[in-house]
Nanobody
Framework: QVQLVESGGGSVQAGGSLRLSCAAS????????MGWYRQAPGKQRELVAR???????NYTDAVKGRFTISRDNAKNTVYLGMNSLKPEDTAIYYC???????????????????WGQGTQVTVSS
């Protein structure tokens, strides 16, 4: 079992910044990759960023150059730094733990994945 708890969401104006945190606990050794997804109203949940166990990162084109995924292994915490926020970034952001074999970008969530409860990010124009 892996437990994920997100925090750091909030409301900002366009151009502002936020940093989301995801604290992981449980069977951390089984996790191959951590990611951040988001789901906007009326939209499908989409993968925003991923960091694999070796430290490599991936980003969806919409956030490249603005978002940064990072981790603190000592704290079992993954972060998503978000700069130059846009209204279209408004969504609930979910932390994801991927326990499947490492796959090429972009991976597809499986039933083995673990999810946090989500944290709301609202960006006003």
């Amino acid at each position: 079992q892996v437990q994920l708890v997100e925090s750091g969401g909030g409301s900002v104006q366009a151009g502002g910044s936020l940093r989301l945190s995801c604290a992981a606990s449980g069977s951390i050794a089984r996790v191959n990759a951590m990611g951040w997804y988001r789901q906007a109203p009326g939209k499908q949940r989409e993968l925003v960023a991923r960091i694999i166990s070796g430290g490599s990162t991936n980003y969806t084109d919409a956030v490249k150059g603005r978002f940064t995924i990072s981790r603190d292994n000592a704290k079992n915490t993954v972060y998503l730094g978000m700069n130059s926020l846009k209204p279209e970034d408004t969504a609930i952001y979910y932390c994801n733990a991927d326990l499947t074999v490492l796959r090429s970008w972009p991976p597809t969530p499986t039933r083995s994945d673990y999810w946090g409860q989500g944290t709301q990010v609202t960006v006003s124009s």
